[in-house]
């Protein structure tokens, strides 16, 4: 068991600072553990209490009849040293301490303290000035937004990790919109203790995470965060979205987090040659680890368009080749194979396109063919709804079967025309095949797979 | 009144194939305008039934005991000519042709055919291979698809002309699903005769059409395609996607559309020269057209960023400086009066931060502060929900306020949270303020604006 499992499967958490007021974040935070389910016991801490929502409230930690494992501390700024001294009394080997008021606003003096506290007594701390954790497989969640407010995704394969707590609850708004899921989130605000290099050798263990995802303003050790995802590379991916990647950009990351976060072009060839994904963009930090949870890695630039919409094939192909692939014409022996197998009207070749006379079982034997063929390194598809032939549950089960009997990657883009076959589409995604809403953002993912697949070749 | 006018005004339409099967196209189309409440009189033409969902039903268009304006065919390819002259000798002055099976597999005789009746007649012909027309003010709608399976956009501002079908469809999908609106959409086909140039300069002149946005594979008449876009340019903006910009993409326009596309690089410069504003990807194609039907023209390139999330901020400037902006920090001046209007831990400058603290009067104030300055070309807010302060209702109010004062453009990004957070947000941007999901999108509409202002300032 990993030091940090302690923030992850505690077997009992000491909320300290809850509060009767709704509005509160010591009330939020008490709130979300008791509505995720979380399976060992919760002890609310607060002097002026003796209930709150159904649980003994304790006037101090040492009252606490019991050891615990994990303090959530949301407390004033200078009451939390005092507070992660009691609980560490008390058996606690992690703290998460939500509150602000630290160095971002200029105490960087109560960070000394909390810090000095926690070396004392070996407490690892996350935060101050962050969300804390959310994982919706151990079910636990400190992050002190209300479930109507933000609502949570569901289990899934990918965990990030980020600097920023409100660019964080936003991607777990984006990712629960998509109907994704996630492993674990967390928000590790100013990494007093914890940072992105513990996170990432920490995930990388984790057997609930295939893939992790940091978003990364500025890095506390460079050399560490660089190792750790050289390490963490070796077992599965890791994608980086570097926020201030511009002169402007960088100097909003000085201004947000108050630490210098250093060249930009330098970190991000580091991050490439340490064998991690780069990303640009807040879909793409999303996309691609979705591609990756999934889908094998990509080992070369050719790939074979599939679409049932002629326009849509040719703005694929534009967004592939804007990207570096090739959508290289099929073999003649390929050409023969496929007219073959469809209707003479249809405009065979790469794209190939199945027409508005589209039958599922078309998109399934006409991506086998260009899998077996050995002729493509990745298929992309373009099954829109909305003709007649492409029944959803059957759509679905016939491209789950392609994806199943490839060997090499397959992504998807298609618009849910209605909710019945936006269903369908998440529930595809969940199974194996990654679905976007349009070519330019497949594109993109299947670009994360084939810059792991650069990565996983180099390592070899 | 324009010639085209006869085929969204209509006074009288006649459906010849209509049918009594619900599965065929001449049903649908019949019932759809039934649905749509088309405020003239609808004629089905079919010889096989007395009367079709509820309306007379005529064996020939000579049995119709009136004259018809428009005729909209879904007949088998070789049929078309005759009911083509049948409904011209009835009066009409425009048809619409559904059906499949002309060019694009190789029956070029049949649309010569169709072309001599049209022409000895002075009739004008949509399509053939074409959903046609889609107008939700006027109320009509020939596209064969149910409204079960492509539920139709609300009437709004923007009008789109494509070439390709199917991509029509999976447009008014995207535009619906985001909660905006069309004014006229047209999918023409195999243009046998009315063009996309014809259709550009009738939108020019259509005062329910503030953007123009068209999708081109490859164009009939090169010339007479710029000299619209010339034209249109000085009345509103005409927003281009070209489909097969990139090697294979073009090969892929050849197969499916059957024609040379032509240079894709020349074709671009040409658009841009004559006042045109590209984009080149599905969402730009719809986002750029909302931007430009409520905000002005962008004359300079400095943007100011006002945020209510530190990471998101930084986002945004750096998607901000990757299309050319410049993301420049106010004057001493500007700085000293944000920060006396708020509160001191607040990182004023740009972007200002605003915090989970913010309140919407702070962005209503904020945002004056930084219009009225001078020194910027746009205003790009960033007003993520989920803390307590940014009421829905009021931010909504106030940030509407804050566009009605600027004389510059603003624009917006946030994530939905909730669904009634959601409609809060199609609400405010169908009353003048353009909302996109991410950074990268808003920035990329805010690009539409700054080329429309070059269009504007290089045509003065």
């Known amino acids: 068991m990993g030091e940090l499992d302690v923030f992850f499967k505690p077997r009992s958490v000491a909320v300290i600072g809850a509060s009767r007021n709704p509005e509160r974040v010591g009330h939020v935070i008490l709130k979300r553990l008791i509505e995720i389910g979380f399976p060992g016991r919760i002890y609310p801490v607060n002097p002026k209490a003796d209930e709150i929502l159904g649980l003994k409230c304790y006037p101090r930690v040492s009252d606490i009849p019991d050891d615990i494992d994990l303090a959530v501390i949301a407390l004033r700024a200078d009451l939390t040293p005092s507070a992660l001294e009691e609980a560490a009394e008390k058996g606690a080997k992690g703290a998460i301490v939500v509150s602000g008021g630290f160095s971002e606003i200029g105490n960087e003096y109560l960070e000394r303290e909390l ?5 004392k007594h070996g407490v690892r701390v996350i935060g ?5 954790v959310f994982d919706p497989k151990d079910r636990i969640d400190t992050l002190f937004l209300p479930e109507e407010v933000i609502p949570r995704p569901r289990p899934g394969e990918v965990s990030i990790i980020t600097q920023s707590g409100s660019l964080g609850s936003t991607l777990l708004t984006m990712i629960r919109k998509e109907g994704r899921g996630i492993s674990k989130f967390v928000s590790y605000g100013n990494r007093l203790d914890v940072d992105e290099g513990d996170l990432i050798l920490y995930l990388a263990e984790d057997d609930d995470t295939k893939v992790i995802a940091a978003y990364i303003e500025g890095v506390a050790d460079g050399r560490k965060f660089m190792d750790s995802i050289r390490k963490a590379s070796k077992r599965k991916p890791v994608v980086v979205l570097k926020g ?4 402007s950009g ?4 000085r201004s947000h987090t108050g630490s210098l976060a250093g060249r930009s072009d330098i970190f991000q060839a580091a991050v490439l040659q340490s064998g991690g994904i780069l990303v640009s963009t807040l879909n793409e930090f999303v996309d691609v680890p979705v591609a990756l949870a999934t889908q094998p890695p990509m080992f070369g630039d050719r790939v074979a368009v599939l679409t049932n919409g002629g326009g849509f094939g040719i703005l694929a192909v534009d967004a592939l080749e804007m990207r570096g692939f090739r959508v290289t014409p099929p073999s003649e022996q390929l050409m023969r194979k496929l007219r073959e197998m469809l209707p003479p009207y249809y405009p065979v ?4 396109d199945l027409t508005g006379d589209s039958t599922p079982e078309q998109f399934l034997e006409t991506g086998l063919a260009f899998v077996e063929s050995g002729e493509y390194d990745a298929l992309f598809l373009i099954p829109l709804f909305g003709v007649p032939g492409m029944v959803p549950d059957k759509t679905e089960r016939l491209l789950l079967e392609l ?5 090499i990657p397959v992504v998807a883009t298609t618009v849910p025309t209605t ?5 369908v589409l998440h529930r595809m995604e969940k199974r194996g095949l990654p679905i976007y809403p349009t070519p330019e953002r497949a594109a993109a993912a299947l670009y994360g797979l084939r810059q792991y697949g650069r990565s996983v070749a180099r390592s070899r």
Chains 1, 2 share one sequence.
């Open 115 to 119: 810090l000095e506290v926690a070396k």
């Open 403 to 407: 994806v199943e009997r490839s060997n």
């Open 244 to 247: 201030g990647r511009t002169s």
């Open 419 to 423: 909710s019945e076959v936006e269903e």
């Open 250 to 253: 960088d100097r909003a990351v």
């Open 349 to 352: 070749g790469n794209p190939t």
């Open 128 to 132: 101050p000035n962050c969300l804390g």
